[in-house]
């Protein structure tokens, strides 16, 4: 089993910036995609950031150009820097990471979420 723990979460006025971490750990084969999803109330769960272990991103269209994901994989971590925070991007942000067991299969992972709540 993976473990995943997310931390930087928090209130921010409108405009202001959060750097959200997760940390993998336990029985780790190999990590390949690191991820960030989010859940607003009453909205169903989005991709907000996908990284690969080769250094390929992509990014949801609401947030291109503000938020920036990034690993550190010696470390089983990936970050989520995010700047220019709207009032839409008020959500529970978890960590999702694609875990490897063998040539094509993989387990997948969720961290337990992150309230991030932006006020106006």
């Known amino acids: 089993q993976v473990q995943l723990v997310e931390s930087g979460g928090g209130l921010v006025q409108a405009g202001g910036s959060l750097r959200l971490s997760c940390v993998a750990s336990?029985?780790?084969?190999?990590?390949?995609?690191m991820n960030w999803y989010r859940q607003a109330p009453g909205k169903e769960r989005e991709l907000v950031a996908a990284s690969t272990t080769g250094g390929n991103t992509r990014y949801a269209d609401s947030v291109k150009g503000r938020f920036t994901i990034s690993r550190d994989n010696a470390k089983n971590t990936v970050f989520l820097q995010m700047n220019s925070l709207k009032p839409a991007d008020t959500a529970v942000y978890y960590c999702?990471?694609?875990?490897?067991?063998?040539?094509?299969?993989?387990?997948?992972?969720w961290g337990q979420g992150t309230q991030v709540t932006v006020s106006s």
């Open positions: 999702n990471v694609h875990d490897m067991v063998g040539d094509y299969t993989f387990r997948i992972y």
């Open positions: 336990g029985s780790i084969f190999s990590i390949n995609t």
